[in-house]
Nanobody
Framework: QVQLVESGGGLVQPGGSLRLSCAAS????????MAWYHQAPGKQRDLVAT???????NYADSVKGRFTISMDSAKNSVYLQMNSLKPEDTAVYYC?????????????WGQGTQVTVSS
């Protein structure tokens, strides 16, 4: 079993920055892909950014140029540096990972961390 634990959310003013962190723990797993999703009240959960174990990244158009995803494979951790934050970035941010366990690949979600952008 793999557990994802997020940290780093909070309240920030428009134009400000936050850095989210997510650490995967467990045993006998190999991370394949990690990602961040966000979900605003009353809306669906949407992809923000992904990163593969090889370092390939992908971003939603709404965050390109403002957010940066990175991974520390040695720590099984993923980070999301969020700059130039806007009120519309307000949402619960969820960490997501796919990991190989034995011969199988599983999907895992974190519990979410609230990001609020407001003056």
């Amino acid at each position: 079993q793999v557990q994802l634990v997020e940290s780093g959310g909070g309240l920030v003013q428009p134009g400000g920055s936050l850095r989210l962190s997510c650490a995967a723990s467990g045993s006998g797993f190999s991370i394949k892909t990690m990602a961040w999703y966000h979900q605003a009240p009353g809306k669906q959960r949407d992809l923000v950014a992904t990163i593969t174990s090889g370092g390939r990244t992908n971003y939603a158009d709404s965050v390109k140029g403002r957010f940066t995803i990175s991974m520390d494979s040695a720590k099984n951790s993923v980070y999301l540096q969020m700059n130039s934050l806007k009120p519309e970035d307000t949402a619960v941010y969820y960490c997501y990972a796919t990991a190989g366990v034995g011969s199988f690949t599983y999907q895992y979600w974190g519990q979410g961390t609230q990001v609020t952008v407001s003056s």
